[in-house]
Nanobody, 121 residues
């Protein structure tokens, strides 16, 4: 069984910063990528940033230059440093990991429970 636990959300004023953390635990054989998604009120879940084993990163256009994703592979942990936050960044942020639990199993996507980020104007 795999668990992803996020932390670091909260309330911040516009222009402020927050750092989200996500730790994966359980039976993990190999992790291909970890990332962050978000879902605002009445909106679909959208990609924020991803980080693959090769070190490649991918960001949504709306957060480029403001957010930075980083990862500690040995600890199966991913971080999201969010700077210059805007009210439109307010959402529930979800951690995701694409991993496999055994050498002969396919990669599957796992999700955390989400952490609320609220940016006040």
């Amino acid at each position: 069984q795999v668990q992803l636990v996020e932390s670091g959300g909260g309330l911040v004023q516009a222009g402020g910063s927050l750092r989200l953390s996500c730790a994966a635990s359980g039976t993990i054989f190999s992790t291909y990528s970890m990332g962050w998604y978000r879902q605002g009120p009445g909106k679909q879940r959208e990609l924020v940033a991803t980080h693959t084993n090769g070190g490649s990163t991918n960001y949504a256009d709306s957060v480029k230059g403001r957010f930075t994703i980083s990862r500690e592979r040995a600890a199966s942990t991913v971080y999201l440093q969010m700077n210059s936050l805007k009210p439109e960044d307010s959402a529930v942020y979800y951690c995701s990991a694409r991993l496999t639990t055994a050498w002969d199993q396919k990669y599957d996507d796992y999700w955390g429970q989400g952490t609320q980020v609220t940016v006040s104007s």
